[in-house]
């Protein structure tokens, strides 16, 4: 039985937690679905572990569109997930066509980096039948206004707005949430706050699903954040093994631990 949105949707209401991992290209969506990962994220993150780039900034809609068609080849039955590109959320008209294409290519949802102000954007897409995952607290595609890659909620003001964010996305209709680098008791205010699933990466076990960047889990970054768990090192060099150790983590609620947290 493929994942849908129904799926994690469940998962929530039951209190289970649900995995995804960003790939690529066919051969590591085939792996990571038959891992029995429930997700796969064709990130922007492709900008630094595919192109060799410092960010995301970069990356193109061809480029996702290239690499979702690719994942969605490969793929046995995880629920589909790509990011819109840089810029590609700056105006409605955008919005469509980049999540048009992402769609087409393969997608099961949308991921757009942003806030509160995507509402009626969200509102939109679910209209024309796209479910859309909005992507809250440290968004990388801002990198440069953000002055680097730093947790955010960590004032009482910054917390307040993404509190708000969070229910106000629920209500527009957004089909999902996920937390990046927001601290662990917000993390979790959030999550018991919404009746959507919540995705989190540097976040907190309460949400309740969890993702990392497959390269970053695989042990091959050279300078991982505080918030990688490294699952190759158990998994004695295989691929297949590690990503099954992962899932069996976040399911089991052993990952992320204290120290993957802020
Ligand atoms: O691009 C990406 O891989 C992401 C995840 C880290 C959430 O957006
Ligand atoms: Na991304």
């Known amino acids: 039985m493929p994942v849908t949105i129904r799926t994690l949707n469940k998962r929530k209401q039951d ?10 290209d066919a051969t590591f969506a085939r792996l990571v679905s038959e891992a029995g990962v429930d997700a796969v994220l064709i990130g922007d993150s492709l900008g630094n572990v595919i192109q060799g780039r410092d960010s995301t900034v970069p ?6 569109v290239y690499h979702t068609r690719c994942v969605a080849r490969g793929n046995q039955g995880s629920l589909v997930l790509a990011d819109v590109p840089f810029l590609g959320a700056a105006t409605l008209e955008r919005i469509l066509e980049a999540s048009g294409a ?14 509160a102000w995507l509402a009626e954007a969200v509102t939109v897409l679910k209209r024309n039948g796209v479910p859309a995952c909005v992507h809250l607290g440290l968004t990388p595609q801002a990198v440069n206004a953000f002055g680097g890659y730093r947790v955010q909620g960590k004032d009482e003001q910054g917390a307040r707005e993404l509190l708000e964010a969070a229910v106000a996305l629920e209500k527009a209709g957004a089909a999902m949430l996920l937390l990046e680098c927001v601290p662990r008791a917000l993390s979790a205010e959030i999550t018991a706050a919404v009746n959507i699933p919540v995705t989190g990466i540097g976040a907190a076990p309460e ?6 960047v497959m390269h970053d889990m695989l042990g091959l970054n050279a300078s991982p954040a505080r918030f990688v768990k490294d699952f190759m090192a158990e998994a004695g060099g295989d691929v297949a093994a590690a990503f099954r150790a992962y899932d069996r983590a976040v399911k089991d609620g052993q990952f992320p631990a204290e120290q993957h947290c802020f």
């Open 15 to 24: 209190g289970e937690k649900f995995s995804m991992l960003t790939a690529y």
């Open 102 to 115: 992402l769609m087409q290519a393969g997608a099961n949802m949308v991921k757009l980096e942003g806030g």
């Open 59 to 64: 990356v193109t809609l061809d480029d996702m």
């Open 207 to 212: 949400c309740d699903g969890q993702v990392l």
